[in-house]
């Protein structure tokens, strides 16, 4: 049987999605629990490798098992095992072309930047940024990165691809006045390893800073240089809001 699952979590206990070893990790978990009640195999392919202490709400996520069982006693079983920090938001029967790396349409990401101390249960869910912010420099520098561009300067080394291309198509900051909170909001097809948390801090880096003007976040990306000095957001405000697909 094959099951499209949607899967929330909070990334802090964890050092990404990806099986790692001697390490915690989510795929790990969510392994280890599925064959611990379930007692028969099962593969798991997850739509985004998430980072260590990034979140998510909507990761997508392709189980295969021989076992057949309702979608909705799945979900059931599994969040009566899962510690509370995984959550299996749905469960559906999929065909065997179901692969949730194809047919992408978009994938949205939202980062959240605190502009005054949180409170202790939100301060594991965004980047606490003492310095004032600019909000208008700041929409004008992350609206830079839209459209499509060699995103080099603002990757991971550790990212083995070598196209480093990528589109994204929009990008929105929202100021949410109840939690003191900037939500940024980007949409695009596909991203670079830690590609979301670079772009915002180096949008974040110009736009609390006097000094510096919004061409030269221009300047760093048409020198497609990855070791300039503006800020790497840090993972915890990083946020896997939704997958979309093209065939549904």
């Known amino acids: 049987m094959i099951y499209k699952l949607i899967i929330a979590y909070d990334g802090t206990a964890y050092a990404g999605w990806q099986q790692q070893a001697h390490v915690p990790s989510v795929l790990g978990t969510i392994e280890k629990t599925f064959a611990r009640v379930c007692n028969v195999p099962a593969q798991f392919l997850g739509a985004s490798r998430t980072d260590a202490g990034v979140h998510a709400l909507?990761?997508?996520?392709?189980?295969i098992t021989p076992l057949s069982i309702d979608p909705n006693k799945l979900v059931w079983v599994l969040n009566n095992s899962l510690p509370i920090d995984i959550h299996i938001r749905s469960a559906a029967l999929v065909s065997d072309t179901f692969h949730p790396m194809h047919n992408v349409d978009h994938k949205i990401y939202y980062y959240h930047i605190y502009t005054q101390r949180p409170l202790p249960f939100c301060a594991l869910y965004g980047w606490y940024y003492r310095t004032?912010?600019?909000?208008?420099?700041l929409e004008e520098a992350l609206q830079i990165f839209v459209g499509t561009h060699d995103f080099n300067a603002f990757y991971c080394a550790e990212d083995k691809r070598t196209d480093t291309i990528r589109t994204i198509d929009a990008i929105s900051v929202h100021y949410i006045k109840r939690f003191n909170a900037y939500r940024i909001t980007v949409k695009g097809h596909s991203f670079l390893r830690h590609m979301i948390r670079r772009i915002v801090g180096a949008a974040v880096h110009v736009?609390?800073?006097s000094d510096f003007q919004v061409n030269l976040i221009k300047q760093v990306l048409l020198a497609k240089n990855p070791q300039h000095a503006l800020l790497n957001a840090p993972a915890e405000g990083l946020l896997?809001?939704?997958?979309?697909y093209t065939n549904g």
């Open 58 to 63: 909507g990761q997508v996520v392709r189980c």
């Open 132 to 137: 004032p912010i600019d909000s208008k420099k």
């Open 207 to 209: 736009a609390s800073n």
């Open 240 to 244: 896997l809001y939704r997958i979309t």
